[in-house]
């Protein structure tokens, strides 16, 4: 079935340094591929997405990459601060309504 | 903002015992859906609902589990006789058109911890 790999599972940073977070998927229909921050205590918060027709996409200190031919996603955090520590999820859907989760990376940025 | 709002934040059940978690999605959202955390995994797709009928569900969304759209406003999820494996985080998540087909993602809420006791 459908599946998504993420790693790592903890990363530690220094304040200021960046974060990569990278994602594998099986399906190679998926076509559209959403980052979740989770915080302690609240639901998945998307911060970016990608589609399949785009190879990279950026939004101030965050960007994200996609490599369609080896099924590679990859999220890419600079200038990490105190506030980017959380537990990010990948995610990838398949056109239809039905999101697979990556199984969460837990950042922790060290002031 | 708007929000996906959820109700109640915690729900303690014994086991046996139905129970009804709430959601009010984004007002003009067509799409509704619900997911659940099982405490340290990763999020689990159940059940995703359009125009008043279920569009896909897992294999974890079996005969126990039902969903419905009472009014305009309320996405509810039943679960007819709980089990402790119920136990977890439930989260709602609603969008304005089909997620994979266009550029209108899915809002979750901040979710309802189930206890089952």
């Known amino acids: 079935g459908e599946n998504v790999e993420q790693h790592p599972s903890t990363l530690s940073v220094q304040e200021g340094d960046s974060a990569v977070i990278k994602c594998t998927y099986s399906?190679?229909?998926?076509?559209?591929f959403p980052w979740y921050k989770q915080e302690l205590g609240k639901g998945p918060q998307l911060i970016i997405d990608i589609r399949s027709n785009v190879g990279e996409k950026k939004d101030q200190r965050i960007a994200v990459t996609l490599n369609k031919t080896a099924k590679h996603f990859s999220l890419h955090i600079t200038e990490t601060q105190p506030e980017d520590s959380a537990v990010y999820f990948c995610?990838?859907?398949?056109?239809?309504?039905?999101?697979?989760f990556g199984a969460g990376t837990r950042l922790f940025v060290k002031a | 903002e708007p929000e996906v709002t959820q109700t109640p934040s915690h729900q303690v059940t014994q086991m046996g015992q139905e129970v009804i978690l709430r959601c009010v999605p984004i007002s003009n959202h067509l799409y509704f859906y619900w997911y659940r955390q099982i405490l340290g995994q990763k999020v689990e797709f159940l059940v995703s609902?359009?125009?008043?009928?279920?569009?896909?569900k897992s294999e974890i969304f079996d005969d126990q589990f039902s969903v419905e759209r009472p009014d305009g406003s309320n996405f509810t999820l039943k679960i007819r006789s709980t089990k402790l494996e119920d136990s977890a985080m439930y989260f709602c998540?609603?969008?304005?058109?089909?997620?994979?087909?266009?550029?209108?993602?899915?809002?979750f809420g901040d979710g309802t911890r189930l206890s089952i006791l």
């Open positions: 995610a990838a859907l398949t056109g239809g309504f039905k999101t697979i």
């Open positions: 998540a609603s969008s304005r058109t089909r997620t994979g087909g266009s550029n209108q993602p899915q809002h």
């Open positions: 609902f359009y125009n008043n009928e279920i569009s896909e």
């Open positions: 399906d190679s229909a998926s076509n559209y």
